[in-house]
C-alpha cells in the first residue's frame, strides 16, 4: 500500500512557474512508475507527466512539453512536477498517481494508476 501525499499548488499569474511535490510513503515505490495527472472542472482527467522510478525515463503530454519537467529524489522518495511558462488552461488540479506496470502505451489510462493522491489545486491567472 502506498500513501502519496502532493504539495505545492497555488495562484500564480500567467508566464510565472510552480513546483509540485509528491510525497511518497515507502521505498518500495522504486517498482513503480509516478504519473502526474490533471483535472480541470467539467472535464476528464488528463495525462501530464510520468517518471519511472527505476531508470528514470520520463514522458510529457503534448500540451506541456518543453514547460514542464518530471523529477525524482530518491533519497526524499519524492516526485516532483516543475512547472514552468504556466498558461491560464493549466489551471487544474493536479494529481500524482503510481502504478507498477505502466507502458508507452498505456501512460495516459488513469485505471492503470493503483494509487492516487488526494490532489493540489493550481490556479493560473491571466
Known amino acids: 500500500q502506498l500513501q502519496l501525499v502532493e504539495s505545492g499548488g497555488g495562484l500564480v499569474q500567467a508566464g510565472g512557474s510552480l513546483r509540485l511535490s509528491c510525497a511518497v510513503s515507502?521505498?518500495?515505490?522504486?517498482?513503480?512508475?509516478m504519473g502526474w495527472f490533471r483535472q480541470a472542472p467539467g472535464k476528464e482527467r488528463e495525462f501530464v507527466a510520468l517518471?519511472?522510478?527505476?531508470?528514470?525515463?520520463?514522458y510529457y503530454a503534448d500540451s506541456v512539453k518543453g514547460r514542464f519537467t518530471i523529477s525524482r529524489d530518491n533519497a526524499k522518495n519524492t516526485v516532483y512536477l516543475q512547472m514552468n511558462s504556466l498558461k491560464a488552461e493549466d489551471t487544474a488540479v493536479y494529481y500524482c498517481?503510481?502504478?507498477?506496470?505502466?507502458?508507452?502505451?498505456?501512460?495516459?489510462?488513469?485505471?492503470?494508476?493503483?494509487?492516487w493522491g488526494q490532489g493540489t489545486q493550481v490556479t493560473v491567472s491571466s
Open positions: 515507502k521505498r518500495t515505490a522504486i517498482n513503480y512508475a
Open positions: 498517481a503510481a502504478g507498477r506496470q505502466i507502458t508507452i502505451g498505456t501512460i495516459h489510462d488513469t485505471t492503470k494508476y493503483a494509487y
Open positions: 517518471i519511472k522510478w527505476s531508470g528514470g525515463d520520463t
